[in-house]
């Protein structure tokens, strides 16, 4: 059965202290890694999607990198609107479409 | 360029009734998802779906749920005499074709509350 562990679950960050979040996955074959951030109250938002390992993705103050294993949301100089919960997910190769969540990481940046 | 829409955003429901959400995608996306998450978990898959037709229930209680996507209007979740156990955020997301890993996009979701 696929799993998906994201640590740690919570994470207190002084505004412009660069950090990382991890998630762990087991999957039989990877079609996709997905990246969200999700909002108190909302639907979560798209960040990036990996497909192989070694490859890195960025957006502004984040950046994303898969290896085999793992991926990791770097997060440098994080600023109090990027409070949030992060949640990873993955997409197992073959027919099924379906993504296994993480439980999410949630951020608090403080200024 | 509308984003995935959800209604009712809040739904308040007895024991024992039903419980109809739902879901517009995308402009140009024809697949659909539901996820549920429960108080304090995580985002579980429920079923995935094209226009008429049901690709994946995998995720979905046998009793009580269903869903549909018919060939015109929205995707809708039927949950049938609700417990309080149903009480959850039932997230839609849509995708605009299946082949390689397509990005699937969530509406802001419907909070269900059974009383």
């Not at chain 1, 996955?25 to 951030?37: A, E, K």
């Not at chain 1, 409070?83 to 940046?109: D, H, I, K, N």
């Not at chain 2, 024992?16 to 579980?44: D, F, I, N, T």
Request: hydrophobic share 30%; glycine share 8%.
């Amino acid at each position: 059965e696929d799993q998906v562990t994201q640590s740690p679950e919570a994470l207190r960050l002084q505004e412009g202290e660069s950090s990382s979040l991890n998630c762990s996955y087991t999957v039989s074959g990877l079609r996709g890694l997905f990246w969200y951030r999700q909002d108190p109250g909302k639907g979560p938002e798209f960040l990036f999607t990996l497909y192989s390992a070694g490859e890195e993705k960025e957006k502004e103050r984040l950046k994303a990198t898969l290896t085999k294993k793992e991926s990791f949301l770097h997060i440098t100089a994080p600023k109090p609107e990027d409070s949030a919960t992060y949640l990873c997910a993955v997409q197992e190769s073959g027919s099924a479409r379906q993504l296994t969540f993480g439980s999410g990481t949630q951020l608090t940046v403080l200024p | 360029n509308a984003g995935v829409m959800q209604n009712p955003r809040h739904l308040v429901r007895r024991r024992g009734q039903e419980a109809r959400l739902r879901c517009s995608p995308m402009k140009g996306h024809s697949h659909v998802y539901w996820y549920r998450q429960l108080p304090e978990e995580g985002l579980k898959f429920m079923v995935y779906l094209q226009k008429e037709n049901i690709i994946d229930e995998s995720g979905m209680p046998k009793e009580r749920f269903s869903a549909e996507f018919p060939k015109e209007g929205p995707s809708i979740l039927r949950i049938q005499q609700v417990v309080r156990g149903d009480s959850a955020a039932y997230f839609c997301a849509s995708s605009p074709q299946t082949s390689g890993s397509q990005v699937q996009y969530f509406g802001p979701g419907t909070r269900l509350t059974v009383t």
